[in-house]
């Protein structure tokens, strides 16, 4: 599709920048917090890089004012962030800290004295330390009532200044990474846990949504999903079949239960043939289907693409007479141990030819952030919050000032462009903020791999100063947010 001319941001467009507590707040027991499962699962050797770990972060909690002073230079419509569950919390489900809340009543307030409008992320990641000890975390139905208590208590503290909240960031990113390899809390390696952890987040998510919806009617409210456009590596019917299972597989399995309350028919067979679907009741169907988010947050970095896994069917004679068959390893390992790989039937994931990558390895695909905005748009017909997308790079200061950071600035306006062609297309978007404001603690990647318009003088292991120091990108954010185009 060619246009003429692109359709104009609307004047009320929320540009923003976005960020997580853990990343960037530190304070980790500070004025009451409780740990978290991240402050404990960074300290166990081997998990992080080089160690790091967000006891200190960039150290926003004691630095909130200047942040927000300088999100105000750049005139930031919005601010994405999250609250720490164990700030407001401690123990998950006991008493409220008082100075915890009275922490994000001044974030708010300073953020709306500068008329940048807050948007809060109720969960990004760290479940209280307590809850994952007394219940097992998210593993257990019991913890939605822990989380229901948390956001009555944020929602009736903050739902008179706070229009916009994110339920859960990325659950298919944090389910996956937590529960299937190990490499975020709770360190767990089972796919059938996964999937109840999983189903058990959905039913914390519609009761969040419901629970707004009644506390807070004037505001709006939806979860934010680390979304991928899925793409066939040839026109191969057998590929393209690929490329929508693994879209089921990875986009719609969490789509389709915030948008239409119930699963994919395709992924849910499959499971239940393989012994781990979650077991889902009557009542949890009626629920799901009971909450609809108010908008969609999109985080997007980028796609994937797909192939047949071309499975050979072993020959009767090739088998043994216990029925195995040295043929094809997935097909012939116990169901158990297939089910530790329930994609292997349906796709492979390929690399992408087209497609240049960062220096982790991330494919670069702007177009890509137009197909995705349409597709899901298309199939949804919610309005969209782009609350996520940047690039991760190895930010040089240069004498002491300096960060000429132009490949983030090319990188963000190609994205946008394509934001603007979506719009033009007739998305409905509200809003987009990039990742991130400041530089921050990378989950996995320590602070070598920054994201920010802000760089943050620290490295992986020293604090330094932490002076924050606008980048090239900062200047060119603030033209662009000025000009709204
Ligand atoms: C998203 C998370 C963010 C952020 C970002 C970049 O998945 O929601 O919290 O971390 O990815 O990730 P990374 O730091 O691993 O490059």
Same mark, same amino acid.
């Given at each position: 599709?060619?246009?003429?001319?692109?359709?104009?941001?609307?004047?009320?467009?929320?540009?923003?920048?976005?960020?997580?507590?853990?990343?960037?707040?530190?304070?980790?027991?500070?004025?009451?917090?409780?740990?978290?499962?991240?402050?404990?699962?960074?300290?166990?050797?081997?998990?992080?890089?080089?160690?790091?770990?967000?006891?200190?972060?960039?150290?926003?909690?004691?630095?909130?004012?200047?942040?927000?002073?300088?999100?105000?230079?750049?005139?930031?419509?919005?601010?994405?962030?999250?609250?720490?569950?164990?700030?407001?919390?401690?123990?998950?489900?006991?008493?409220?800290?008082?100075?915890?809340?009275?922490? &994000?009543? /001044?974030?708010?307030?300073?953020?709306?004295?500068? *008329?940048? %409008?807050? @948007?809060? $992320?109720?969960?990004?990641?760290?479940?209280?330390?307590?809850?994952?000890?007394?219940?097992?975390?998210?593993?257990?139905?019991?913890?939605?009532?822990?989380?229901?208590?948390?956001?009555?208590?944020?929602?009736?503290? &903050?739902? /008179?200044?706070?229009?916009?909240?994110?339920?859960? *960031?990325? %659950?298919? @990113?944090? $389910?996956?990474?937590?529960?299937?390899?190990?490499?975020?809390?709770?360190?767990?390696?089972?796919?059938?846990?996964?999937?109840?952890?999983?189903?058990?987040?959905?039913?914390?998510?519609?009761?969040?949504?419901?629970?707004?919806?009644?506390?807070?009617?004037?505001?709006?409210?939806?979860?934010?999903?680390?979304?991928?456009?899925?793409?066939?590596?040839?026109?191969?019917?057998?590929?393209?079949?690929?490329?929508?299972?693994?879209?089921?597989?990875?986009?719609?399995?969490?789509?389709?239960?915030?948008?239409?309350?119930?699963?994919?028919?395709?992924?849910?067979?499959?499971?239940?043939?393989?012994?781990?679907?979650?077991?889902?009741?009557?009542?949890?169907?009626?629920?799901?289907?009971?909450?609809?988010?108010?908008?969609?947050?999109?985080?997007?970095?980028?796609?994937?693409?797909?192939?047949?896994?071309?499975?050979?069917?072993?020959?009767?004679?090739?088998?043994?007479?216990?029925?195995?068959?040295?043929?094809?390893?997935?097909?012939?390992?116990?169901?158990?141990?297939?089910?530790?790989?329930?994609?292997?039937?349906?796709?492979?994931?390929?690399?992408?030819?087209?497609?240049?990558?960062?220096?982790?390895?991330?494919?670069?695909?702007?177009?890509?952030?137009?197909?995705?905005?349409?597709?899901?748009?298309?199939?949804?017909?919610?309005?969209?919050?782009?609350?996520?997308?940047?690039?991760?790079?190895?930010?040089?200061?240069?004498?002491?000032?300096?960060?000429?950071?132009?490949?983030?600035?090319?990188?963000?306006?190609?994205?946008?462009?394509?934001?603007?062609?979506?719009?033009?297309?007739?998305?409905?978007?509200?809003?987009?903020?990039?990742?991130?404001?400041?530089?921050?603690?990378?989950?996995?990647?320590?602070?070598?791999?920054?994201?920010?318009?802000?760089?943050?003088?620290?490295?992986?292991?020293?604090?330094?100063?932490?002076?924050?120091?606008?980048?090239?990108?900062?200047?060119?954010?603030?033209?662009?947010?000025?000009?709204?185009?």
């Amino acid at each position: 599709m060619y246009y003429k001319s692109l359709k104009r941001f609307p004047k009320k467009f929320l540009w923003g920048a976005a960020s997580a507590a853990y990343q960037i707040e530190g304070a980790w027991n500070t004025d009451g917090k409780g740990p978290s499962i991240w402050d404990t699962f960074s300290k166990i050797p081997g998990k992080t890089y080089h160690g790091t770990n967000g006891d200190v972060a960039i150290d926003h909690y004691h630095h909130y004012r200047e942040d927000v002073q300088l999100m105000s230079e750049m005139g930031l419509k919005a601010y994405r962030f999250s609250i720490a569950w164990s700030r407001i919390i401690p123990d998950g489900d006991g008493k409220v800290n008082a100075k915890g809340l009275k922490f &994000y009543d /001044d974030l708010i307030n300073d953020l709306l004295d500068h *008329n940048i %409008q807050p @948007v809060i $992320t109720l969960y990004h990641w760290d479940i209280p330390q307590a809850l994952q000890d007394k219940f097992g975390g998210w593993a257990s139905r019991k913890v939605i009532a822990a989380f229901k208590k948390y956001c009555q208590t944020v929602f009736a503290q &903050y739902g /008179d200044r706070v229009k916009y909240w994110v339920t859960f *960031n990325e %659950q298919n @990113v944090f $389910t996956a990474m937590g529960y299937r390899w190990a490499s975020h809390p709770p360190n767990v390696t089972d796919v059938k846990r996964m999937y109840a952890a999983n189903h058990i987040i959905n039913l914390a998510n519609a009761v969040a949504i419901n629970l707004f919806h009644e506390m807070v009617p004037e505001g709006k409210i939806g979860p934010s999903f680390g979304y991928g456009p899925t793409y066939p590596i040839t026109a191969d019917p057998n590929d393209v079949l690929a490329a929508d299972n693994a879209d089921d597989f990875n986009n719609n399995w969490w789509l389709d239960v915030y948008c239409r309350g119930t699963y994919p028919v395709l992924v849910m067979n499959h499971l239940k043939n393989l012994g781990i679907a979650p077991e889902v009741t009557e009542d949890d169907s009626r629920l799901l289907k009971s909450a609809k988010p108010d908008f969609l947050g999109i985080n997007y970095y980028h796609g994937g693409t797909f192939q047949q896994n071309k499975i050979e069917h072993p020959s009767k004679e090739e088998h043994d007479e216990k029925g195995f068959s040295s043929k094809d390893p997935y097909l012939m390992q116990p169901k158990d141990a297939q089910a530790q790989q329930p994609e292997t039937p349906m796709f492979k994931n390929v690399q992408n030819p087209y497609l240049p990558k960062t220096e982790w390895g991330w494919e670069i695909d702007p177009v890509g952030f137009r197909v995705a905005l349409r597709r899901v748009y298309e199939k949804y017909q919610l309005p969209i919050m782009v609350t996520e997308n940047g690039l991760g790079a190895k930010d040089q200061l240069e004498d002491g000032k300096v960060v000429n950071d132009q490949y983030r600035i090319d990188y963000l306006q190609a994205h946008i462009t394509e934001m603007q062609r979506a719009l033009t297309d007739g998305v409905e978007l509200l809003g987009y903020c990039a990742w991130s404001f400041t530089d921050l603690l990378s989950w996995l990647n320590g602070y070598k791999k920054r994201y920010g318009f802000v760089y943050i003088n620290r490295n992986d292991d020293s604090e330094l100063d932490l002076a924050r120091i606008p980048k090239k990108s900062f200047y060119w954010y603030q033209d662009f947010i000025r000009r709204n185009s």
